[in-house]
């Protein structure tokens, strides 16, 4: 059965690096999402990718976050300079359509020193 | 605002016996309602959505608009259904957003033996 992949699962940074989490969706998905969970808290959505731009982002998406899509199978998120607060789970989900079903990744955890 | 609310997060219920986990959602026209379940060590997964109407492993939620709920049900709880459990909502289809989910804050769910 095809699942989302995300690497890495495991991501210890420094403050003010940046990072990059990757993620390679079900392969005939169009929708693509970026969610993150801090520790203890809910699931809170990022990002919603659709035809090679972002169709929503929420408020935590700010300019130090950026999407894209660089060779038609990865899908990655990159943080410019992280702070302690990006500490989280980072999850990728992929949906074939209109759906409502978003399939999940197991999760790129995000430690910030 | 969209919220999800899961008045929950622990629920611990002996084997065979009946279980409901909670969910309530704010107002806004009529949403989508989905139960996704995290069971340990795996990703999260969709468990049923309201417009299906449909039974998985024996759970049932009925959408309930008067009092904005949503439960999960199921008569009989097995071991293998302890698992984290989260509610989730989106926006209806002909509002023309991408399946942006707002999650509940999530029950953990033990059946003990």
């Known amino acids: 059965e095809p699942e989302v992949t995300q690497t890495p699962s495991h991501q210890v940074t420094q403050m003010g690096q940046e990072v990059i989490l990757r993620c390679v969706p079900i392969?005939?998905?169009?929708?693509f999402y970026w969610y993150r969970q801090i520790l203890g808290q809910k699931v809170e959505f990022l990002v919603s990718?659709?035809?090679?731009?972002?169709?929503?982002k929420s408020e935590i998406f700010d300019d130090q976050f950026s999407v894209e899509r660089p060779d038609g199978s990865n899908f990655t998120l990159k943080i410019r300079s992280t702070k302690l607060e990006d500490s989280a789970m980072y999850f990728c989900?992929?949906?074939?359509?209109?759906?409502?079903?978003?399939?999940f990744g197991e999760g790129s955890r995000l430690t910030v020193l | 605002a969209q919220r999800v609310t899961q008045p929950e997060k622990l629920l611990s219920v002996f084997k065979g016996a009946p279980v409901e986990l909670k969910c309530n959602y704010s107002?806004?026209?009529?949403?989508?309602l989905f139960w996704y379940v995290q069971y340990s060590r795996q990703r999260l997964q969709l468990l049923l959505r309201?417009?299906s109407r449909e039974s998985i492993k024996g759970f049932t939620a009925d959408l309930n608009k008067g009092e904005t709920s949503f439960h999960l049900k199921k008569p009989f709880a097995q071991e293998e259904d302890s698992a984290m459990y989260y509610c989730?909502?989106?926006?209806?289809?002909?509002?023309?957003?991408?399946?942006?989910?707002?999650f509940g804050s999530g029950t953990q769910l033990t059946v003990l033996p």
């Open positions: 989900a992929s949906s074939g359509g209109y759906t409502g079903e978003l399939f």
């Open positions: 392969s005939n998905h169009l929708y």
């Open positions: 990718f659709y035809n090679n731009e972002i169709s929503e």
């Open positions: 107002y806004s026209g009529s949403p989508e």
């Open positions: 309201h417009i």
């Open positions: 989730a909502r989106s926006p209806p289809l002909s509002s023309g957003s991408a399946r942006q989910l707002t």
